[in-house]
């Protein structure tokens, strides 16, 4: 698992909550069904049978992959469109292209993620580039909804292209954890994505034995998904291990641990930690579109079947009055 690492964690500032902070409680954990997305590649669902309010303003996050492709196998997602919300997609091992109506678009491989503010609607594109379908290889990612504000919902799209060496890495005192911070910030210290929802996007690396006491905003929620690894989480070490998600209750910090003994093939406890403050605003999701009503939902989907969301470019081979099929789930 790649990422973004250094050789030495003891070189990077360290993090730990106050000794007067309040521990968050561990409410449930619960463990993601898996999947087929896109064309076929395998994900695990996230935030499956999590309540919503302990989500919001997140909707829903893939685990994508870890698989490893036989030449010809690797697969991605046809063109679909998407308005209400944003996307983000980090690649922790493999590559990706993605290309939307809008103009944005790039490559994201190892530790590298990309950004992408639907607003009020464009067409995107996901997919392995040509060579490592050929070859095939491995692949591992996440992809995380975050929902947008009634006021920010039809606003212009945007992509933001961060690159794994952009992100703000930091440490625990023992210099036992790699923190990543993507999005938002940890203790004072921002990460490279710029987020329309107030969110704190982090992966953290936590070698056999150690353990993180961060932080936590108050007026956040808190989630910690499991990539790889086994671990114990909150005060009150809950069992976790890969493809679980912890949600935490009220507080002004979260504790995680990693088994003193890992998996062969996992030497590490690698964890996504996940805050937001909340929308609380109704929401009203169906496939690609996610807004505040029913009557927004069927205007969505008007606006698509009409070409109003965009057109796929011509580079692709179809004509601009051409629409894809939609896509139901992520990505």
Do not use: C
């Not at 034995?209 to 936590?216: D, M, R, S």
């Not at 796929?312 to 179809?318: D, L, R, S, Y």
């Amino acid at each position: 698992m790649p990422a973004v690492t250094v050789e030495n964690p003891l070189t990077l500032p360290p993090v730990a909550a106050p000794a007067e902070a309040r521990q968050r409680p561990v409410l449930a954990v619960t463990t993601a069904p898996s999947g087929f997305e896109g064309e076929g590649f395998p994900v695990r669902r996230a935030f499956a049978g999590i309540d919503y309010k302990h989500l919001d303003p997140f909707i829903m996050m893939d685990q994508m992959g870890e698989v490893e492709y036989a030449p010809g196998e690797p697969k991605g997602t046809p063109w679909h469109p998407h308005r209400g919300f944003e996307t983000v997609t980090y690649i922790i091992d493999g590559i990706f292209d993605h290309q939307d109506s809008n103009g944005g678009g790039g490559t994201i491989t190892n530790g590298d993620t990309q950004w992408m503010t639907a607003g009020a609607g464009l067409l995107h594109i996901e997919a392995p580039p040509e060579h490592l379908v050929v070859s095939g290889g491995l692949f591992h990612g996440l992809q995380l909804w975050v929902n947008l504000p009634k006021k920010d919902k039809l606003m212009p799209p945007r992509y933001q292209d961060i690159r794994g060496g952009q992100v703000r890495l930091l440490t625990s005192p023992d210099g036992g954890a790699l923190l990543r911070v993507i999005a938002g910030e940890l203790d004072g210290h921002d990460g490279p994505g710029i987020t329309h929802t107030p969110i704190t996007m982090v992966h953290a690396t936590l070698a056999p034995g150690a353990g993180i006491n961060l932080p936590w905003r108050e007026d956040f929620n808190g989630l910690a998904y499991v990539l790889a690894g086994r671990g114990t989480v909150g005060t009150e070490h809950r069992p976790v291990h890969l493809g679980q998600t912890a949600v935490f209750g009220p507080g002004s910090a979260l504790t995680v641990r990693a088994d003193e003994k890992q998996d062969s093939h996992t030497p590490d406890l690698e964890v996504v930690l996940l805050g937001g403050r909340p929308i609380r605003e109704p929401m009203a999701h169906y496939g690609p579109f996610v807004m505040n009503t029913r009557a927004e939902l069927q205007q969505a989907f008007e606006d698509f079947q009409k070409g109003r969301l965009g057109t796929i470019p011509a580079v692709h081979g179809m004509s601009e009055g051409e629409n894809p099929e939609g896509g139901e789930g992520g990505i």
